[in-house]
Nanobody, 118 residues
Framework: QEQLVESGGGLVQPGGSLRLSCAAS????????MSWYRQAPGKERELVAA????????NYADSVKGRFTISRDNAKNTVALQMNSLNSEDTAVYYC???????????WGRGTQVTVSS
């Protein structure tokens, strides 16, 4: 069964860091572009960061550029999001998503809560 499971969320003080991880199983991870999305209360889900299936290209939302870094390990079927200099506007549920690089197939995790508060 295809599955994406996020981990690493939690409560962090402003200016702090967190590293989210997403473990994939049940599908060929290495042919899926991977992304992190987030959804804050009362707001629409937004793309935070994305990485191509080969890991050779990334893109970021303007709001996180220079603070967040997405990476993947195709040998371990994982994708990570390193988040630095966190602020209250980063508070949200963070979701991992995978999309086949050519086929219309997409998977989503259940999300992990990130709360930035003093």
């Amino acid at each position: 069964q295809e599955q994406l499971v996020e981990s690493g969320g939690g409560l962090v003080q402003p200016g702090g860091s967190l590293r989210l991880s997403c473990a994939a199983s049940g599908f060929v991870f290495s042919v899926y572009d991977m992304s992190w999305y987030r959804q804050a209360p009362g707001k629409e889900r937004e793309l935070v960061a994305a990485i191509t299936y080969a890991g050779n290209s990334t893109n970021y939302a303007d709001s996180v550029k220079g603070r967040f870094t997405i990476s993947r390990d195709n040998a371990k079927n994982t994708v990570a999001l390193q988040m630095n200099s966190l602020n209250s506007e980063d508070t949200a549920v963070y979701y991992c998503s995978g999309r086949h690089f050519v086929r219309p197939i997409e998977y989503w995790g259940r999300g992990t809560q990130v709360t930035v508060s003093s």
